[in-house]
C-alpha cells in the first residue's frame, strides 16, 4: 500500500519536473534567441502599407494606456499619438444602450458645425432622448451606463462629464411606460446582428426598418432644450433631476446665446431667401 | 471709501495671477467635457477635451488658451487652426523683458538631425520629420519633494512656509515652486523618453523611410536598456548619451558630425561623465551599444552571436531532452518499444 502511494508521489514530482523543465526550456529560448530581434524589418516601398490600412490596424488594437509618474501622483491615461493635452480619466463608455452596439460612441459625423457638441451630448444623453420625439405622455429615466439599471433620485447640480449615468425616454404602451431599451428589444437586435450577414438583403432592410421605427425624422435640434425659458425646454429638466443652479446655467445667455450662434453658422446664408453673401462677395 | 481703494489696489496687484488662473476666455465652457470630440475625414479621433486640473498642473497652465490657439477668433471655430509652438505668449522672461516663446527651441532643432535640412541625413523629405507634439505633451510639473510630507499637488508644505514669509500671493508661490523646481530634474524618466523615441526609432514604417535600424530595441538588449526597464535610478536614456552634456535636449546630432556627443573621436568622453563612468578612458568609445545582429553590417558581433546561441541552446535543449525523458521513464516505467 505505502509503496504504490510513494510511487504515485513520485509520478506527480515527474510530471511537476517536466512542466518546468519545457517552462524554463522555453525561458531559455526566449532570453537567448531575443537578440536576434527576428521580426521583419520592412525594406522595401511596397512594404510601407497605406494611410488607411494603417488606421484599420491602429482601430483594432486594444487602447495603449501610459503612466506619467509625478513623484507625487501617477497620471494614467490612454497614449494619444498627437495629442498635446493630458485628458486624465478614461471615458466610461456605455455597454448597455441598444444604438451604440452599432453605431458607436462618437455617432455624429454629418454637420460639421455641432457634430463634436451633439457627441458630447451622447455621454449623458441615449440617442433616443433627441432621436425618438415624444409628444404626449413625455417620460424619461436615468440608467446606469455599465449594468443598464434604473438610478432613481438625481440630483444633477454641475455639468455632467464622462457621466456614469444616461437619460432614456420611456415609451408609453396601452397606460404603461416601457424602456425603449426593453429586453425584447435588446433580445432582437442582438439576434439580427448574429444573422445580418446570412440573411437576404430584403430582410435585413425589414429588420432595419423595424429597429428604427420610432426614430424621427427630425430630431430634438439644440435650442428646443437651450430655450429661453424652462417652460419652452423640450426636457423636463426639473423632472429628471436637475437642480435650480444648473438649470440656470443650461438656460443661460452664454449657452443659448453659443447655441443660436452656431445656428446661424449652420444654415448658411445662400439657403436664407433675400440675403447676399458678403463674406464671400468681399472676397471677390 | 478707503475700503473700496485698498479692495481696488488689491484687485490690480492680483490680477495677472487672477486672470491667468481663471478660465476669463470661458473655453472650459464647452471644452470641460470629456467626450467632445468627432472623428476626423481621415478618420481618426479628434478629443476637444480640456482636462482642468491636469491642465493647471502643468508647465502651460498659466498661458491662455488664445495664446497658443491664435488662429481661432471666432466661435464657430475656423476650421484648421493649427497651433504654432514658436508663438510668442503674454509671459515675460524676467531678466530680459522679453515675451516668452520657443524660438531657441527651434535654433536646436536646426542644428540636430530631427530637420530635413540637416546635412547627414538618408532622406530629407520633410514629411518624414518629426513635429513638436510628436514628441511632447503638455509637460506635466514634477515637483521637488524635499520634505517628508507634501501636499496635494506635490509640494512640500515647510518650503511653501519659507516662500510665504515674503511673499503673499499663494496662487504664485506654488506655481514659483513648481516651475523652479521642475526645472531643476529631469522632466522625464527614462521609460518616458525611451517611449517618445520609439514611436519613431521602433516604428518599422520610420526606419524603412529614414534606412535606420530599430534603435530601441537594440538598446533594450544592453545593461542600459536592462537597467532602466527595472527602473534603476540613474540608469541611462537616449538623451543621455545622444545630447552632449550641458546641451538642449532637441541637439541631437548625426554620430557622423564632429559636434555630436558619440562622433567617434568623443564618444568616450559622453561616457565618462561624471554620473556614468568617471574613471573611463578613450577605449569605452569603441564599445558598440546598438549592435545589429546582421552578418553584413558586423560580422564579428553576428558569429560571436551565432556562437553563443548555437552553444547555450545546444547545450541546454538535449539536457532538458534527456531529463524529460527520464521523468517520462518514471511515470510510465514499464513501457516498452513495440517488437
Known amino acids: 500500500m505505502s509503496g504504490n502511494k510513494s510511487s504515485l508521489i513520485k509520478k506527480v514530482y515527474a510530471l511537476i519536473g517536466i512542466v518546468i523543465l519545457v517552462y524554463s526550456s522555453y525561458i531559455v529560448y526566449v532570453l537567448v534567441t531575443h537578440i536576434w530581434h527576428f521580426e521583419k524589418p520592412m525594406q522595401h516601398s511596397q512594404d510601407i502599407i497605406s494611410e488607411e490600412e494603417k488606421l484599420f490596424k491602429e482601430m483594432v488594437k486594444e487602447k495603449k494606456m501610459v503612466e506619467y509618474n509625478l513623484g507625487y501622483k501617477v497620471i494614467k491615461q490612454e497614449d494619444l499619438e498627437n495629442h498635446f493635452h493630458h485628458v ?30 451633439l457627441n458630447m451630448h451622447s455621454d449623458f444623453f441615449s440617442c433616443e432622448v433627441c432621436h425618438i420625439r415624444l409628444e404626449k405622455n413625455k417620460k424619461f429615466i436615468w440608467y446606469n451606463k455599465k449594468d443598464g439599471k434604473e438610478v432613481k433620485n438625481s440630483n444633477i447640480k454641475a455639468y455632467l462629464s464622462n457621466s456614469e449615468n444616461k437619460l432614456l425616454p420611456l415609451e408609453y404602451i396601452e397606460g404603461k411606460y416601457e424602456r425603449y431599451d ?84 449652420y444654415i448658411p446664408n445662400f439657403l436664407k431667401p433675400g440675403t447676399i453673401n458678403h463674406e464671400n462677395s468681399d472676397k471677390k | 471709501m478707503h475700503f473700496f481703494f485698498v479692495n481696488m489696489l488689491i484687485l490690480f496687484l492680483l490680477s495677472p495671477f487672477i486672470s491667468y488662473a481663471l478660465d476669463d476666455e470661458n473655453c472650459l465652457l464647452c471644452h470641460k ?127 511653501l512656509a519659507r516662500c510665504n514669509l515674503c511673499h503673499k500671493d499663494t496662487k504664485f ?13 529631469a522632466s522625464k524618466n527614462n521609460k518616458e523618453i525611451v517611449r517618445m523615441c520609439e514611436r519613431c526609432h521602433a516604428n518599422n514604417e520610420m526606419l524603412s523611410k529614414h534606412k535606420l535600424k530599430n534603435a530601441i530595441a537594440t538598446y533594450k538588449d544592453t545593461f542600459h536598456g536592462k537597467a532602466a526597464e527595472f527602473d534603476y535610478k540613474g540608469s541611462p536614456d537616449c538623451i543621455d548619451c545622444h545630447v552632449k552634456e550641458n546641451e538642449s535636449a532637441h541637439s541631437i546630432r548625426s554620430y557622423k ?29 569603441g564599445v558598440r551599444m546598438h549592435v545589429v545582429i546582421n552578418k553584413d553590417l558586423y560580422p564579428y558581433e553576428y558569429y560571436t552571436a551565432l556562437g553563443f546561441t548555437a552553444l547555450t541552446l545546444g547545450a541546454y535543449f538535449p539536457l532538458a531532452i534527456l531529463l524529460i525523458l527520464e521523468l517520462i521513464r518514471e511515470i510510465f516505467p514499464n513501457i516498452k518499444r513495440r517488437k
Open chain 2, 257 to 285: 558630425d564632429p559636434n555630436s556627443s558619440i562622433y567617434s573621436k568623443d564618444r568616450w568622453k559622453t561616457c565618462a561623465k561624471t554620473g556614468c563612468h568617471p574613471d573611463a578612458k578613450p577605449a569605452i568609445g
Open chain 2, 33 to 159: 467635457y470629456r467626450t467632445l470630440s468627432r472623428i476626423d475625414e481621415k478618420g481618426k479621433s479628434r478629443i476637444y477635451y480640456i482636462n482642468d486640473s491636469l491642465f493647471h498642473s502643468s508647465v502651460h497652465g498659466r498661458v491662455k488658451c488664445s495664446e497658443c490657439h491664435s488662429g481661432i477668433t471666432k466661435i464657430p471655430h475656423e476650421e484648421n487652426t493649427k497651433v504654432n509652438c514658436l508663438n510668442e505668449c503674454h509671459i515675460t522672461e524676467p531678466t530680459e523683458d522679453k515675451r516668452f516663446s520657443h524660438k531657441n527651441v527651434e535654433d536646436a532643432i536646426m542644428n540636430s538631425v530631427h530637420n530635413n535640412k540637416y546635412p547627414l541625413l538618408r532622406n530629407a523629405n520633410s514629411d518624414f520629420f518629426p513635429k513638436c507634439t510628436d514628441c511632447h505633451n503638455n509637460p506635466l510639473f514634477k515637483p521637488i519633494q524635499i520634505f517628508k510630507d507634501i501636499t496635494d499637488e506635490g509640494q512640500s508644505p515647510k518650503a
Open chain 1, 182 to 265: 426593453s429586453d425584447s428589444k435588446n433580445k432582437f437586435v442582438e439576434e439580427f446582428r448574429k444573422v445580418i450577414s446570412e440573411i437576404s438583403s430584403d430582410k435585413k432592410s425589414q429588420g432595419l426598418k423595424l429597429i428604427h421605427r420610432n426614430v424621427s425624422k427630425k430630431p430634438i435640434s439644440c435650442d428646443e432644450c437651450h430655450s429661453n425659458t424652462l417652460q419652452q425646454s423640450y426636457l423636463p429638466l426639473s423632472e429628471i433631476g436637475y437642480k435650480e443652479e444648473r438649470i440656470v446655467q443650461i438656460l443661460s445667455n452664454e449657452v443659448v446665446g453659443m447655441v443660436n450662434k452656431y445656428k446661424e453658422f
Open chain 1, 88 to 117: 486624465g480619466n478614461e471615458v466610461i463608455h456605455d455597454n448597455f444602450n441598444l444604438c451604440i452596439k452599432c453605431h458607436g460612441d462618437i455617432p455624429h459625423d454629418k454637420n460639421k458645425a455641432i457634430r463634436a457638441f
Open chain 2, 173 to 185: 508661490i506654488k506655481y514659483f515652486y513648481n516651475h523652479v523646481s521642475h526645472r531643476l530634474h
